[in-house]
């Protein structure tokens, strides 16, 4: 059975205690103590989990098995590093994108007298995740390659988000700066490494299947298959029904260099490259109209349904040819794509 979000969160508070008893080692005073608290279960908690949720599935597929409760408090663990990481990242992109919410709170760092100390939370955060991996799992011997997986998909992420900021900042925009060679960049080392590859290969770890080759067939798989979330996420941000999608989409008005305005700019007509030109990535809701009205007008969502048949009958197809000889499952995958494909949300 697939864990569910209320046992994974139950783990948490043994996390967070682990964590309070590390700071009074160091005789941290109350305050900062609770500071540091505060922080961890605002930026961690309240967000569906899926990351850290998949490294408990994934670990059940690969065993074949129902884990037993230290298996569960263990896997679970790897998952909420993950989640942590993820944090760190969502407080410091927030700040870098002057965002306002956060699932549905305000941003940490416009929750009160935070403002700026968020940075040094971030920081926090991260530096978590390795008290934590030293905690449970120095006696491992894949415990260097964990320490070593998470620093090097850290740093895919922060290459990743150093591309987006540079090729569409909120402030100034530049459509000569888009391009799909960029666009793809930005989704593989800023998405795909840490939500889907990072999952499974500590799950790979943990189960004791981390072979080469099993990391290798799962980065050719998963990389391809957090791209085509990453497309769908940019065409579900226009296309659709906010009611349905929880939100209302902003990537026209944040000139994000997004998927649509990349297959804009390949199609259009010198016409229709100046209504783009004047209308993307203004905070203005007719211009933004105008942008949705030209994307109709170049049927990017006809474009979106064949780029995602496409895409589907690729990751099938790697799936389906996978070695499973050395421990790795197809189901992990299978049920990877079962859980995004066609979503509307």
Same mark, same amino acid.
């Given at each position: ?44 908690? %309240?967000?569906?989990?899926?990351? &850290? ?31 942590? +990481? ?9 700040? #870098? ?6 699932? %549905?709170?305000?941003?940490? $760092?416009?929750?009160?007298?935070? &403002? #700026? ?13 390795? +008290? ?33 900021? +540079?090729?569409?900042?909120? /402030?100034?925009?530049? +459509? ?15 998405? @795909?490494? $840490? ?5 499974? @290969?500590?799950?790979?770890?943990? @189960?004791?299947?981390?072979?080469? =080759?099993?990391?290798?067939? @799962? ?6 298959? &957090? ?21 209302? %989409? ?5 000139? =994000? ?35 949705? !009205? ?11 349904? /064949? ?10 197809? =790697?799936?389906?040819?996978? /070695?499973?000889?050395? &421990? ?10 079962? =859980?995004? $494909? !066609?979503?509307?949300?």
């Amino acid at each position: 059975m697939p864990a569910t979000l209320k046992e994974f969160e139950a783990v948490f508070p043994t996390l967070v205690a682990d964590l309070k008893a590390h700071c009074q080692k160091y005789k941290l005073p109350e305050q900062a103590l609770q500071w540091f608290e505060q922080s961890v279960n605002h930026n961690t908690l %309240g967000g569906k989990c899926n990351r &850290g949720l998949s490294v408990i599935d994934t670990t059940q597929l690969l065993l074949n098995k129902d884990l037993s409760q230290d298996e569960f408090f263990r896997a679970a663990t790897l998952g909420w590093l993950i989640e942590l +990481l993820q944090a760190f990242f969502l407080v410091s992109d927030d700040i #870098m994108d002057a965002s306002k919410t956060r699932r %549905g709170q305000p941003c940490w $760092y416009l929750m009160p007298n935070v &403002g #700026m100390v968020a940075i040094n939370d971030a920081f926090m955060l991260e530096s978590s995740i390795y +008290l934590l991996l030293k905690k449970y799992f120095r006696q491992e011997k894949y415990y260097l390659d964990l320490i070593e997986l998470f620093h090097e998909v850290s740093f895919q992420t922060e290459l990743g988000q150093e591309c987006d900021l +540079l090729t569409a900042p909120e /402030d100034h925009v530049d +459509l000569d700066n888009f391009s799909m060679d960029k666009y793809t960049f930005i989704v593989i080392y800023k998405t @795909a490494y $840490y939500s889907f590859y990072l999952p499974v @290969a500590l799950a790979l770890h943990f @189960a004791g299947f981390a072979t080469a =080759k099993n990391l290798k067939q @799962a980065e050719d798989i998963l990389i391809p298959m &957090g791209e085509y979330f990453q497309v769908q996420d940019d065409y579900l941000d226009n296309f659709a029904d906010p009611s349905v999608l929880g939100k209302i %989409g902003t990537d026209i008005q944040d000139n =994000k260099c997004s998927w649509l305005v990349n297959q804009a700019l390949k199609k259009c007509t010198r016409e229709q490259r100046a209504v783009l030109e004047e209308n993307y990535g203004r905070k203005d809701a007719a211009c933004e109209a105008k942008v949705k !009205k030209l994307f109709d007008e170049l049927k990017l969502e006809q474009d979106y349904k /064949d780029y995602e048949d496409r895409r589907v009958t690729e990751i099938r197809e =790697k799936i389906a040819a996978l /070695d499973e000889s050395e &421990g790795l499952k197809k189901g992990v995958f299978e049920e990877f794509l079962r =859980k995004i $494909y !066609k979503r509307t949300k």
